[in-house]
T-cell receptor, first 111, second 112 residues
């Protein structure tokens, strides 16, 4: 069974700090990795995609991928109270039609 | 303005009734998906469709049915055979070049 695991949290960080969210996956053939943000009662919103080892930066967000360790992370710099949400990690196999979602990590940014 | 719409936002039904959830997209995506989300859990795949007139069962298809008669539309029927239908239902379409999935706003179904 393919799995994507995340710490459920909650992860609490003060405003302005760096929030670090982690995700591990079990299927070594996974090739596409995604981070979604989900506010309470709302649908998931794609915030980052990463496909190769290393870092990918987009504004305050940095996704990091290490395929050898089967590990993907999301860093949020200068965290804001509006970043408070559940962050879902998702993994898929290129060419496949199944994306596996983790249960999500709840993030609280304290003002 | 491209996107995915789902209707209704909230739906209340009595046990034993079938109910159909609507999902429409204008992103020109071939692939579409239905997920179910329960509190504190990840998304679980119900059905997916790679192309018009084709669909495949996901991990929890029992008690659900779908159709894909048009590229833009992928409705989900929750039948009376579904034992625990109360949940948040999410429809998504996928860009097959990036494998990025984009979600509609969801339908919250409550069955009593």
């Amino acid at each position: 069974q393919k799995e994507v695991e995340q710490n459920s949290g909650p992860l609490s960080v003060p405003e302005g700090a760096i929030a670090s969210l982690n995700c591990t996956y079990s299927d070594r053939v996974s090739q596409s990795f995604f981070w979604y943000r989900q506010y309470s009662g709302k649908s998931p919103e794609l915030i980052m995609s990463i496909y190769s080892n290393g870092d990918k930066e987009d504004g305050r967000f940095t996704a990091q991928l290490n395929k050898a360790s089967q590990y993907v992370s999301l860093l949020i710099r200068d965290s804001q109270p509006s970043d408070s949400a559940t962050y879902l990690c998702a993994v898929s196999v290129a060419g496949g039609f199944k994306t596996i979602f983790g249960a999500g990590t709840r993030l609280f940014v304290k003002a | 303005d491209g996107g995915i719409t789902q209707s209704p936002k909230y739906l209340f039904r009595k046990e034993g009734q079938n109910v159909t959830l609507s999902c429409e997209q204008n992103l020109n995506h071939d692939a579409m998906y239905w997920y179910r989300q329960d509190p504190g859990q990840g998304l679980r795949l119900i059905y997916y469709s790679q192309i018009v007139n084709d669909f495949q069962k996901g991990d929890i298809a029992e008690g659900y049915s779908v159709s894909r008669e048009k590229k833009e539309s992928f409705p989900l029927t929750v039948t009376s055979a579904q034992k625990n239908p109360t949940a948040f239902y999410l429809c998504a379409s996928e860009d097959r070049t990036s494998y990025e999935q984009y979600f509609g706003p969801g339908t919250r179904l409550t069955v009593t």
